[in-house]
């Protein structure tokens, strides 16, 4: 994954969660990994990795692995930005008058009355829409909303 959109690709055609998913976007959320091991004929033959959470300490579980972000409903809540707030949570059914088969999860900006951003999105599970607004949010915050063609990426804002 080389952007924060390719991991966003990725997320929304999974069909779970799994821990591949969960180390990228733990990575993605500034989580850092080292990996530790032996060198064998010039290659490193990894032995284990050590994560170190945002800003330096250690990770909430005893063993220093981040949260399971993309598996656990609890862990994907720990990765929304500061600032924004759960909007909606559709189940898969409905929407807008559409039969859609995936879960719809919305993120509010709180400091916005009445105008401002809101992100959404649509994944397999409950988990997978949670990061994946997330990571939108994030894009949102740190102003990259363009695509990699210098599109301005389509952000829902209300009126």
């Excluded at 799994?18 to 530790?36: F, V, Y």
């Excluded at 050590?50 to 909430?60: K, L, M, R, Y």
């Excluded at 609890?74 to 924004?84: E, L």
């Excluded at 909007?87 to 929407?95: A, I, N, S």
Aim: charged share 20%; proline share 6%; net charge negative.
């Amino acid at each position: 994954m080389n952007n924060i959109s390719d991991l966003i690709t990725t997320l929304k055609d999974a069909s779970h969660g799994n821990s591949g998913l969960s180390d990228i976007m733990a990575l993605a959320l500034d989580w850092n990994q080292t990996i530790h091991g032996d060198t064998m004929r010039g290659y490193l033959v990894p032995r284990f990795t050590t994560w170190t959470a945002p800003g330096g300490g250690v990770g909430p579980t005893t063993d220093n692995w981040p949260p399971r972000y993309t598996e656990s409903i609890d862990a994907a809540m720990t990765s929304i930005p500061p600032d924004w707030h759960m909007g909606r949570l559709f189940w898969p059914g409905y929407d807008e008058g559409y039969l859609i088969n995936k879960v719809r999860f919305d993120l509010h900006h709180m400091f916005s009355s009445g105008g401002g951003p809101m992100v959404n999105c649509f994944a397999a599970t409950i988990p997978l829409a949670i990061c994946i607004s997330s990571l939108l949010a994030k894009e949102h915050d740190e102003g990259r909303v363009r695509d990699d063609n210098g599109e301005k990426r389509s952000l829902y804002v209300h009126k």
